[in-house]
């Protein structure tokens, strides 16, 4: 009886571990913190080779505190890529799109690509199909960026790195797979005008600092939901009634152009 009740918890944890996932949102806070950290949560990682014979060598790095997030660190190796891969997915039937949000670290000396696509082997990136066209990242700022995802017998979604120089550092976060429509705003427009804000110190209100009030303020979730529109009202903007996590803004201007940013509701 105890062989047999054994076998069934093998055999459940297998079927477990292999299960297949129809959506994906994922934040990364609850990830190990670290460089050697992969495996972990059906997350894995495929590190370029070192090219040089000494440190420091690429690596996927899970970094932050409160809010964690990936870098694809480049290491020595200039230009070689590296691959983040998601959990296993149901076979993409056409239907959903991948968002995310991506930047350069404040330290990276150089620029990089994002690169989404399918990979029917987790372990192999020869098996890699790339899904629309490389993102090319440029800023320390962070963007919001949405991607459809296409029909595929290919089951596992991966995030292709590639520096343009040695020690570049790319970071991306708050993935989501899934049919809910989310901010896909790729191409902001630069604004001439400066427009600062911080979250109070009750956390109830978005304080800003402009010459102008915007026409109209937009707030998504890390899912890509709107959660608020509005105004100001004396130079402030209500999220009292947003639960704590990451949001992000898109910020229409006087001027007309937009704005995008991001903020932690504690």
Not at 9 to 24: C, Y
């Amino acid at each position: 009886m105890k062989l047999k009740l054994l076998l069934g918890t093998l055999m459940l944890t297998a079927i477990t571990a292999n299960a297949q996932v129809a959506t994906i949102n994922e934040n990364f806070d609850n990830f190990t913190l670290g460089n050697t950290t992969f495996p972990q949560n059906n997350w894995s990682a495929v590190v370029a080779t070192n090219i040089l014979p000494f440190p420091p060598a690429p690596m996927m790095i899970v970094a932050g505190t409160t809010d964690k997030f990936i870098q694809s660190y480049a290491g020595n190796s200039g230009t070689s890529p590296s691959y983040l891969i998601a959990p296993q997915i149901v076979a993409p039937s056409g239907d959903k799109s991948v968002s995310f949000i991506a930047a350069l670290a404040a330290t990276s000396p150089g620029t990089g690509t994002i690169q989404v696509g399918l990979a029917s082997n987790p372990a192999d990136m020869s098996t890699f199909v790339a899904v629309g066209n490389a993102i090319s990242l440029t800023t320390t700022t962070y963007q919001n960026y949405s991607i459809s995802v296409p029909a595929s017998t290919s089951s596992y979604l991966v995030f292709k790195f590639t520096p343009t120089a040695a020690h570049t550092a790319i970071q991306l976060d708050n993935v989501v797979y899934n049919t809910t429509t989310s901010l896909a705003v790729t191409d902001v427009a630069k604004s001439k005008e400066d427009i600062k804000f911080v979250v109070n110190t009750d956390n109830t209100a978005l304080q800003f600092v402009t010459r102008k009030d915007p026409k109209n303020i937009q707030i998504y979730s890390a899912a890509g939901q709107k959660t608020a529109e509005g105004k100001l009202n004396g130079q402030k903007f209500d999220i009292s009634g947003l639960q704590a996590g990451v949001y992000y803004l898109l910020i229409e201007t006087a001027e007309d152009s937009l704005i995008k940013s991001k903020f932690i509701k504690k």
